[in-house]
């Protein structure tokens, strides 16, 4: 029987959960996202080797490993979308288990912090938002005129923001004016492009709390190494930085949680998918070691 590293079976009793939120309805390009979690499953469980090199264990061994797929949320408005995700983000949360969210646009994660947030600990946890974009528009309505939504994949960190966490964002090498000036006031930025590139030390050094939840966009990543998500930006995180600073990260800090979202995948390129099973994976082991 082929071994694989993750199943869909005893969801509850696993120590560690990806949820798969396949949601694509408020994407402002190409789309796909919504195939974005199987296909990194599918990644996990056949290209990806069980060994991990810099703790030499074999995670998928010494941990259970699950998968819940939400099915089809694309018939679900954006607000109904968050609400679905938080009441079954809250029930596994509650099981004491690790959580992966797998996307998906970016709005998914709205959903997991709405969550985290109803535990009344926002004020003691910090986002880690490695992202293209800020994120910070109150509502899509500047670009989208049939159903603007403030919950819409533009609108994820100002709404971590407005939920009590404190936001360092990573990678930012574009945006409008207007989220610019809230960046300015209510976030750290590290922007990509525009001065040197940071430390990860100045970056652990930013972060304002001991617990951390992070946040991957891989349109953050550069498009030389993430290809497939919907809207790429040149220039951003390069992999072996991208892959330092995650280690460290959960090296010196307390992950509560962690996401991966905006793989759009593509047929003549399994590199993104690829990549984000290995940062899936990546983090897991760092969590679990």
């Not at 607000?79 to 983000?89: C, I, R």
């Amino acid at each position: 029987m082929t071994q694989h590293i993750v199943n869909s079976e005893n969801l509850d009793q696993s120590d560690v959960l990806l949820i798969g939120v396949g949601y694509d309805v408020t994407a402002s390009g190409r789309k796909g996202a919504s195939k974005g979690p199987a296909c990194i499953v599918e990644s996990l469980n056949t290209q990806l080797e069980f060994f991990d090199r810099f703790t030499a264990d074999e995670p998928n061994l010494l941990f259970k490993i699950a998968y819940k797929d939400m099915g089809d949320v694309n018939k679900l408005s954006p607000e109904k979308m968050v609400e679905t995700v938080s009441n079954t983000y809250s029930h596994h949360l509650l099981q004491g288990q690790f959580i992966v969210l797998l996307g998906g646009e970016h709005s998914v994660t709205i959903g997991a912090l709405t969550a985290i947030a109803q535990t009344g600990q926002s004020s003691d946890i910090s986002i880690v938002h490695i992202d293209a974009h800020f994120d910070l528009r109150d509502s899509d309505a500047d670009y989208n005129d049939h159903s603007p939504s403030r919950f819409a994949h533009s609108c994820v960190m100002r709404r971590a923001s407005e939920l009590g966490f404190s936001v360092t964002s990573v990678g930012v090498r574009t945006g409008s004016k207007e989220e610019y000036a809230y960046a300015k006031k209510h976030i750290t930025l590290f922007e990509w492009g525009k001065d040197s590139i940071p430390s990860h030390e100045e970056i652990i050094a930013s972060i304002k709390t001991k617990k951390v939840y992070v946040t991957i966009d891989v349109d953050g990543i550069d498009p030389s190494h993430m290809p497939a998500t919907g809207t790429p930006v040149q220039g951003g995180l390069e992999w072996n930085y991208t892959v330092d600073l995650i280690r460290r990260i959960f090296s010196e800090k307390e992950v509560i949680g962690s996401d991966i979202v905006e793989v759009a995948p593509m047929n003549e390129s399994a590199l993104t998918e690829y990549g984000a099973a290995q940062l899936c994976y990546l983090m897991i082991s760092a969590k679990m070691h």
